[in-house]
């Protein structure tokens, strides 16, 4: 390897700063940084010759006022990166001490800990504005349809299509049922339970929806899984455009128009515990040997026929989980707006989550979660540029397939035990990693 | 009672008659071999047997039980493990990874266990880790367990081929020119590797070769197959001074 260039050892230098902050130093710091900003935000904005508090660390802004892009930098800075950074590094010896402790407790205890944290933190950040509130919810809801998508696009290397179609399947399934129990709705008659179940009643809701999203599945599955190709990416497609066009035609759901009124049952903290328990769930499952058999079909489906892999049923079942969760995010997704129409779900929507898959990178939880995150922030950026937006988007794809073919952060272990690990002395952390990137 | 039969054994490919009237008995703990110039339908005939192919006629039997029409799958779980003459390795996958894989079959806690984690599901994992660890130190590459395979050499991908097909704890192994491509001394390796788990494990193996060295020294008994059709069945001397093996072989000018 080439010595370093100065940039590159100004990188390391600060790596090698924070590398003893455990996963607990910054997120016990991101609540501070919060706290900060409701206290002094909105002064500090105003100092900085901001109208306003920047809702998305000025990603809104920069195209619509470049001049204000140098206050809301030094606003990030000083509310978010120096506060977070400072205490995350002072604090490291006693969150280490703490994070160790914390790590001889049983896991989920300390899974939980750290959850309730990153919690708050999102909790009290968007506390700000409502705008804050539905850009994070539609992001968790992304990460699931993202991470979903992986794993039949990723892990089993099939190219399937219809995600916005199980979306809507998902959307359409758990509204209808939420509306007429919970609604006096033109369509669907006067609500048959009192509203007060709501919160109880919306989890069957959002499950239903799932299974509906899975039935779908299951008709593309059976046709297009006796053999490999491009079968699966164009009956998927069709099935996508199916399904929109189904809805657009059925009157029970409102055809064209939508359908509307849904309850206003998806809260924050609902959507970030079904985004956690989606996470939890499909790492679970590509972690063990039955998911793994995934990455065998994908690689050589023959050999793990061989091998006494039940190869159809591994891609079905798989195919069928991916349909779920979307259905379960499309759920959620018609229950954060409270309204929608069939045209949400067309090849725009398709365009989108792929473009997250492929972006944050095949085979990996942290790459859905990094992809997700990124292009949601990214779209609400271009929001301004309107059309021009599909234009970057893509665009940065090509860069991306050209010189990182795989994603972000492809082929990657998620491993939630290691993430909460207390950090040793920065010598051998900085050697452990040299050795990775090598 | 054989381990293995197959009864008067076509198979078709459009007009082309890839093997004709094959016939095999394979006895528990027996090492056969199956020799043949290029193409003359011998891998055809492990894909036949191993579920790949549905072969046009004839019969299969497994331990008392047709086998003919089940998934390959189906037949791997019942007792038939295979190799393959291209390595099929899973490329993203370590060689821990892979030994584990072909414990599919046996792993019965299901997609719950999948989903949730159950305790169930880790003690099963780690009954199967431990086993799989045995078998690659059995078969000296233990130390290889974290590697991911496209990493390794080409001796070692072959080792792990067979670790894996081992793994699925067959009662006939089925090993399609396992020596391919190697050089003198992991050829040696190999033969050493195939002698010993012969011996330790007394599986019955059936295996696809072009050197006759080899066939010599492993192998009881050898059919030679040319265009499909097994032209002599016998013990390794009887087959290698066959006149009909040495046409196939050298053709009918260098005899004369």
New interface residues.
Partial sequence: MSPPTKDRRHLIRIRNLFSRVPLLGWLLGAPIAVTLEHLLGNQLALALGLSKIPVLFGSVIMLKKPVLIPGAVLYVVLIYVLPIGVFARLSAPLTNRLAARLFSLPMWFSVTIHLGLLYAALHFWSGISAYRVITLKLTLIAIMVTLSLNVINGYMGEFSCSHPGFMALGAYGASAFTVALFVNDKLFGPALLPAALGPFMFPVGLIMGGVVAALGALAIAIPSFKTRGDYLAIVSLAFMFIVKSLIENLEVVGGARGLSSQPDLANLPTVFLWTVACIW?IN??VR??????L??VR??E???????????RTKI?AFLFGAFWAGVAGGLFAHVLRYVNPGTFGIQKLAEVLAMVYFGGL?SVYGSIVGALSLSLLGEALRPLEMLKWIIIPLLLILLMIFRPTGLIA?KEFDVRRMMKPKGEPRERSTSSAGEEA | MALLRVENMSHNFGGLRAVNDYNLEIEPGQVRGLIGPNGAGKTTIFDII?G?YRPTEGNIILDGKPIVGL???QI??RGL??T?QNL??????TVL?HV????????S???V?????TSK?HRE?AE?EKKSHSLLTRLDIGNLADQVVTSLPYGAQRRVELA??L??EPKILFLDEPTAGMNPEELIQMMEVIRQIHDELGIAIFLIEHRMKIVMELCEIVQALVFGEVIAEGTPQEIQNDPKVIDAYLGTEAVH
Avoid: C
Wanted: aromatic share 12%.
């Fill in positions: 769930i679970n499952f063990s040997t039955l998911g793994k058999a990455n065998a690689d050589e023959m050999a793990a026929n061989a091998m006494t892999v039940n190869t159809r079942t085979n082929f | 191993s790949i998934q390959p799958h791997a779980a493990g295979r393959f099929r390795l899973w490329r993203h996958m990874e584990k894989m072909a414990n599919y079959s046996k792993i806690y299901g997609l266990g999948a989903f949730f984690g599901r994992e199967i894996r097909a793994a699925t």
